[in-house]
């Protein structure tokens, strides 16, 4: 087993007995999806000199999680489970450390947007969704600002982070842990978020969140106020009505920011954002419906 699938197979282990979660685990090759007739786009955004993030188009990618979640397709493409005799997968870098972030506006709103036309059209409506976005709100709608950012610094809002990055250790080796990070988050708050290093972190922190991303749909999780949530609610009815996109929204008063830190000092970090109250995962139950009923409409008009 190489090491990319040794770390997947473990991270679902991981998942399994940590949180009770079961995850769909699998490998597509890219020839099989293009084999397929399906596409799949690449490129790097830049949110700073030090970081960038990758982006994906074309139906490749919800084609590739469907086919792991198949019944049919699923076997073909499934990761074996690892050798229990093995050692843990490596999670260093991998933190939760801020507390939940408040809406400064009120709103917290998550979105996933999908167009299930062939790429060429598909970008065009993404193109005019984002413009029509940034035309309704004007301004900057990141969720993730110097006012709400605070270190978390109770015991229990390190359980999650701690059963990742000492899983397979026994409880006082997890309890020792999160008792270290709550330490350290009381001295950063103190002393280091003030110093001029810790202000230029937080300034990073800002700058390389990825509160809007493409993934083959569009996702957003914003900060608005009432009013332009529902505006922003219509504008996505209009195209849904339209024939032109399915999408799904979910409404929060807060946002959570997981952070991937690979070298801090030389600014090498990026912080994945989700809208609080089950974010994208409730804004996807209601963007399959949508999606279900825009298909339907389109293989009755083909």
């Known amino acids: 087993m190489d090491k990319i699938t040794y770390v997947l197979a473990q991270t679902r282990t991981m998942a399994r007995e940590a949180f009770k979660l079961n995850l769909a685990v699998g490998k597509v090759p890219v020839r099989d999806l293009y084999e397929e007739g399906h596409s799949l786009g690449l490129a790097d955004l830049s949110l700073s000199s030090a970081q960038t993030q990758t982006m994906f188009s074309g139906s490749g990618m919800?084609?590739?999680?469907?086919?792991?979640?198949?019944?049919?397709?699923?076997?073909?493409?499934?990761?074996?489970?690892?050798?229990?005799s093995g050692p843990p997968a490596d999670y260093t870098g991998l933190e939760c450390r801020w507390n939940p972030l408040k809406a400064r506006n009120g709103v917290s709103l998550?979105?996933?947007?999908?167009?299930?036309?062939p790429q060429?059209?598909?970008?065009q409506v993404y193109r005019s969704l984002a413009g029509n976005i940034q035309t309704l709100l004007g301004g900057d709608a990141n969720p993730v600002q110097k006012e709400n950012l605070k270190l978390a610094s109770r015991l229990s809002a390190f359980l999650a982070e701690s059963r990742i990055r000492t899983f397979g250790s026994v409880f006082l080796v997890r309890l020792l842990y999160q008792w270290a990070q709550v330490c350290f988050a009381i001295w950063a708050e103190k002393f280091w978020l003030p110093s001029a290093a810790g202000k230029k972190y937080m300034q990073e922190v800002i700058d390389q969140s990825d509160f809007q991303k493409f993934d083959g749909c569009m996702r957003m999780v914003l900060d608005i106020n009432?009013?332009?949530?529902?505006?922003?609610?219509?504008?996505?009815?209009e195209y849904f009505k339209k024939g032109e996109l399915a999408y799904g929204t979910h409404e929060s008063d807060h946002v959570l920011l997981t952070c991937m830190i690979l070298d801090r000092a030389k600014g090498k970090h990026f912080h994945l954002v989700d809208g609080g109250n089950g974010g994208y995962t409730v804004a996807a139950k209601s963007l399959k419906k949508r999606l279900a009923v825009l298909e339907a409409s389109l293989q009755q008009t083909a």
Do not use: F
């Not at 919800?62 to 229990?84: C, F, L, N, Q, T």
């Not at 998550?110 to 036309?117: E, G, K, N, Q, V």
């Not at 060429?120 to 970008?123: F, I, S």
């Not at 009432?226 to 009815?237: C, I, Q, S, T």
């Open 62 to 84: 919800a084609i590739a999680e469907a086919w792991v979640k198949s019944e049919d397709k699923g076997p073909m493409y499934a990761v074996d489970e690892a050798d229990s």
């Open 110 to 117: 998550t979105i996933i947007a999908t167009c299930p036309y």
């Open 120 to 123: 060429h059209r598909a970008q």
């Open 226 to 237: 009432v009013e332009n949530a529902n505006r922003l609610k219509g504008l996505l009815e």
